[in-house]
């Protein structure tokens, strides 16, 4: 095994790591910048205010978005061990 392949399958886990929780990240971010401006104009600082919608928003983008991320996680693990042999040898 090279310095260039172990270089490639690092950026290429990267990359699936990135594309996995990137929406989930993005929507977590949104709703607790919608909520910090809610809170901000309202005076509200309630802690479980900030928490709930974030936990709920990550739950349910995992819940729609989980088979998808489910594919690309076994597309990536399908292509690693296809090439293994050449990993290895």
Known sequence: MTELTIIQLARE???TVL???GPILALSLIVGLIVS??????QIQEQTLAFV???LTVLGATVVLGPWMLR?????ATRLLANMNQFIG
């Open 13 to 15: 886990a990267l990359a």
């Open 19 to 21: 594309l996995v929780a």
């Open 37 to 42: 401006i809610f809170q901000a104009t309202t």
């Open 53 to 55: 919608p974030k936990i």
């Open 72 to 76: 690309v996680m076994i597309d990536f």
